[in-house]
């Protein structure tokens, strides 16, 4: 197969890979992109876009559950819910598949050229991609890499069976009647309530003294009651022992010295995603690592001249939108922009029910920096959308300098807030003042007045509190 040179090669087309490639087509660059899964990454195949539309479907199928159940106060009625969730599978499916698609003709758009297969590095500026018709080399200038992130298996629980990751979870076509969930994070806490509104029942086991650990209690709170109302145990301090000799149960013991048999028809296991930085032939490369994560400085650049690397390949938040801003940025500064990264912060949501944002720094945060701060929070008890939409649970919380009212973070907990990070992420990231925000006449009614309010409250004259 003939060699094939170019100016960047990209190795990967995650959220962090395509975008990058796309971005250097636009400018210019004469770019190839290796992937050898499809377009779109862990992030558009088995992960944000498919998890977010079976927990979709899951609140979709409890509230009808509930209406038919006669708990809904609106006065709606339903007969008999049930769901296909094979149906619900090739539903996701679609989607992404048309995402992956939309990724695909994109790139194509941009005159990248996609090289489907697994790369492998020769040298600091050669690597070999195993294709289905043969090996195809490529020589590049600039090398990005963004091969991106995979689960974490447990020893004592190693993938297969009963076992499962987020990725198995997600193509399950039958609803499993007991489900144990093994951490209480990210993936473990939004598809643990998403399988209890579809109808299993969940325990879910977590080894530290509480869920979702990245976030503080007070916004955690109202997940917690979520997963008590579902009917989802939740074992705090509770180290998992392995599956039983009979292979139905999972054992665990508590934090209290209880032995735990939790009868399981699966056993998903959440408990983080590591960077892949093997198989691609880093051996032949001499790059500085940065723990478990490729060392990157403020550019994306590695230690060794001409190769990049952007998104969870480098470290935490392993986000997607991380990932993208990233790779936005390393192909212009390959095309000849100078680029830094100058991000004041990185929004974080999740999608459990109710949904958690935090943008920039939380109170603890503040202070530990040593901050004085001033801090404005309003529940959405108080806010008339939020009754409409029978999501009176949470608030929006801002923290600012008490000096001069600069917002430092902004966090909230509530249905359907994840809309709110965008407002939450501009106030930051433009160096709004209180006053900025208060001063911004918000649409009635919304959800977002809440913002307006916690703002208000901070300079201690919020008006519907
Ligand atoms: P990836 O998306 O992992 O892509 C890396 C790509 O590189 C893959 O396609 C892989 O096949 C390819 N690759 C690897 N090695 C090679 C090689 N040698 N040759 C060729 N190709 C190679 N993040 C959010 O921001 N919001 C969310 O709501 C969210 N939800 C998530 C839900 C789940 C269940 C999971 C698992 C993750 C979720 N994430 C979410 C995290 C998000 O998916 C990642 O942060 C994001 O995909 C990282 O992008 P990336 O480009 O770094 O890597
Ligand atoms: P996570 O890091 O969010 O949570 C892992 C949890 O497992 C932690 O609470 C940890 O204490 C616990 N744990 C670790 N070892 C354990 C053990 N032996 N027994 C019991 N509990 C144990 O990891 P995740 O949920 O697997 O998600 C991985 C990453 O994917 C996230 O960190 C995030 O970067 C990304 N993600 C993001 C979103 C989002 O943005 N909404 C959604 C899903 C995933």
């Known amino acids: ?116 297969g697994r790369a492998k590095f020769r040298d600091g500026k050669t690597v070999a991609v195993e294709t289905e018709t043969g090996e195809q080399v490529i020589r590049a200038e600039n090398i990005v890499i963004a091969t991106g992130s995979a689960p974490v298996e447990l020893p004592m629980l190693p993938f297969g069976g009963k076992v499962i990751s987020s990725t198995g979870a997600l193509s399950l076509t039958e609803v499993p009647e007991r489900l144990a969930v093994v951490g209480a994070g990210y993936i473990g806490l939004e598809l643990g309530l998403a399988f209890a509104k579809l109808g299993s029942k969940v325990t879910i086991v977590e080894a530290l003294d509480r869920i979702l650990p990245l976030y503080d209690t007070q916004l955690t ?41 939790i009868a399981a028809d699966r056993i998903l296991v959440t408990v983080g995603r590591k960077p892949v930085t093997e198989g691609w032939g880093r051996e032949e490369l001499e790059l500085d690592m940065d723990g478990r994560f490729l060392r990157i400085d403020e550019q ?90 029978s999501a009176e649970e949470g608030f929006v919380r801002v923290v600012a300098r008490a000096d001069n009212h600069l917002v430092l973070g902004i966090q909230g907990v509530g249905a359907g807030i994840s809309e709110l990070s965008a407002a939450f992420g501009i106030a930051v990231e433009m160096g709004a003042r209180l006053e900025d925000i208060a001063g911004t006449i918000h649409a009635h009614p919304t959800q977002s007045e809440a913002f307006a309010e916690s703002a208000l409250k901070a300079l201690g004259h919020a008006l519907h509190v």
């Open 221 to 261: 709170q109202p997940v917690a009651r979520r997963l008590a109302a579902l009917g989802v145990e939740v074992l705090l301090g509770t180290k998992v022992k392995g599956p039983s000799s009979n292979g139905e149960a999972l054992l665990a013991k508590t934090g209290s010295g209880e032995e735990r048999r």
């Open 1 to 116: 197969m003939k060699e094939i040179t170019c100016k960047l090669l990209v190795i990967g087309a995650g959220p962090g890979g395509y975008v990058c490639a796309i971005r250097a087509g636009q400018l210019g660059v004469d770019t190839v992109i290796v992937e050898m899964a499809k377009p779109g990454g862990t992030c558009l195949n088995i992960g944000c876009i498919p998890s977010k539309a079976i927990i979709h479907a899951a609140d979709d199928f409890a509230k009808t559950v509930a209406m038919a159940a006669g708990r809904n106060a609106m006065g709606i009625k339903a007969d008999n819910p049930a769901i296909d969730l094979a149906k619900t599978m090739a539903w996701k499916d679609g989607i992404t598949g048309r995402l992956t698609m939309g990724v695909s003709s994109l790139l194509k758009k941009a005159g990248v050229k996609i090289v489907v």
């Open 300 to 389: 994306c650049r590695t230690s060794m001249r001409g190769i990049y690397a952007i998104g969870d390949v480098t470290g935490e938040p392993m986000l997607a939108h991380r990932a993208m801003a990233q790779g936005e940025m390393v192909a212009e500064i390959i095309s000849g922009k100078r680029r830094s990264w100058d991000k004041r912060a990185i929004p974080a949501v999740c999608f459990t029910d109710p949904e958690i944002v935090s943008v920039g720094m939380s109170p603890d945060e503040a202070k530990a920096a040593g901050r004085e701060i001033k801090i404005g929070q309003f529940p959405f008890s108080a806010n008339g959308r939020a009754m409409t939409l």
